[in-house]
T-cell receptor, first 115, second 114 residues
Framework: DADVTQTPRNRITKTGKRIMLECSQT?????MYWYRQDPGLGLRLIYY???????NKGEISDGYSVSRQAQAKFSLSLESAIPNQTALYFC??????????????FGPGTRLLVL | GDSVTQMEGPVTLSEEAFLTINCTYT??????LFWYVQYPGEGLQLLLK?????DKGSNKGFEATYRKETTSFHLEKGSVQVSDSAVYFC?????????????FGDGTTLTVKP
């Protein structure tokens, strides 16, 4: 079984709709992240969480919110989806024990299309 | 702030050709450097890493050497295969871990033709 899972894998929604992307991990890591990937723009960080009580904005958090329900679960919400939020979304985890060598472990991604 | 610059793609090679993907960085601290690979339809996964100057990371025939004097971490492979077709991301992480995040390049798409 995959260590980092994301649901759904694909989603089509309409402008103005609220949607939630979910991420679960079995790696036991405290740190979790949400990124979006757009062609030619690489990965951009939306939100990250050091533990259940710690949530931080990334570089492009506007229009998004998150919830860290448990160590293993980190959800990303689009309160009112707009077409320029069409992208590939990745969840990732990492273990701070590794310090500066900290590797990130990514889920398979959710492809979102906002019409 | 920290940044990573990768050579622009896409890169198309024939099987058994030599591969180089350039990566340079700027960092406010002393970074660790990483290469991640994204195969079609999958998430990113760590390919290799290096944590100090002159270290060489290697995996699956790929290598990259941490060059502090040129702030570079170029990815190389002597003989590519069709199965190496993927998007490659260079990344760094510094000791400024109050941000708790890595900085990624824009990715370089590699296509290997038989």
């Amino acid at each position: 079984d995959a260590d980092v899972t994301q649901t759904p894998r694909n989603r089509i929604t309409k402008t103005g709709k609220r949607i939630m992307l979910e991420c679960s991990q079995t790696k036991g890591h405290d740190r979790m992240y949400w990124y979006r990937q757009d062609p030619g723009l690489g990965l951009r960080l939306i939100y990250y969480s050091f533990d259940v009580k710690d949530i931080n904005k990334g570089e492009i958090s506007d229009g998004y919110s998150v919830s860290r329900q448990a160590q293993a679960k980190f959800s990303l919400s689009l309160e009112s989806a707009i077409p320029n939020q069409t992208a590939l979304y990745f969840c990732a985890t990492s273990d701070p024990i590794a310090g500066i060598q900290e590797t990130q472990y990514f889920g398979p991604g959710t492809r979102l299309l906002v019409l | 702030g920290d940044s990573v610059t990768q050579m622009e793609g896409p890169v198309t090679l024939s099987e058994e050709a030599f591969l180089t993907i350039n990566c340079t960085y700027t960092a406010t601290g002393y970074p660790s450097l990483f290469w991640y690979v994204q195969y079609p339809g999958e998430g990113l996964q760590l390919l290799l890493k290096a944590t100090k100057a002159d270290d060489k990371g290697s995996n699956k025939g790929f290598e990259a050497t941490y060059r502090k004097e040129t702030t570079s971490f170029h990815l190389e492979k002597g003989s590519v295969q069709v199965s190496d077709s993927a998007v490659y991301f260079c990344a760094l992480r510094t000791s400024n871990t109050n941000a708790g995040k890595s900085t990624f390049g824009d990715g370089t798409t590699l296509t290997v033709k038989p």
